[in-house]
């Protein structure tokens, strides 16, 4: 039987991407964390990293039926930046995310 905070969390899913959808600039996304994973609790909430047109980097947090969402916004050449530095929260991300909005450069990036 799933998990009730699990469950909660994964009925949140359709309005974090739908607003994910309507944010300009943003054209993919991949979910991480412990909701992504199957394992969030009452404490977890929904990650999110999106790939955007532009250089410009930013984070923003909203929430969708009680669900906090946290989503880190940031153009593919940063990703990949980031990725080939090592850094640890990036390469977890891409490791153990899910696409939520596919696109072909995220199939990349998470190669």
């Not at 994964?10 to 991949?30: D, F, H, N, Q, S």
Request: charged share 25%; aromatic share 6%; with cysteine.
């Amino acid at each position: 039987m799933p998990d009730p905070a699990q469950v909660r969390l994964e009925a949140a899913l359709p309005g974090a991407l739908k607003r994910l959808r309507a944010t300009p600039g943003v054209y993919a996304a991949l979910w991480c964390g412990s909701a992504a994973r199957g394992e969030g609790n009452e404490h977890s909430d929904l990650d999110f990293h999106a790939v955007v047109d532009g250089d410009r980097r930013w984070r923003s947090n909203f929430t969708v039926r009680g669900v906090h969402v946290e989503v880190f916004h940031n153009p593919a050449r940063q990703i990949r930046a980031l990725l080939a530095a090592g850094d640890a929260a990036t390469v977890a991300m891409f490791a153990q995310g899910r696409p939520a909005l596919p696109h072909p450069e995220l199939d990349d990036l998470c190669a």
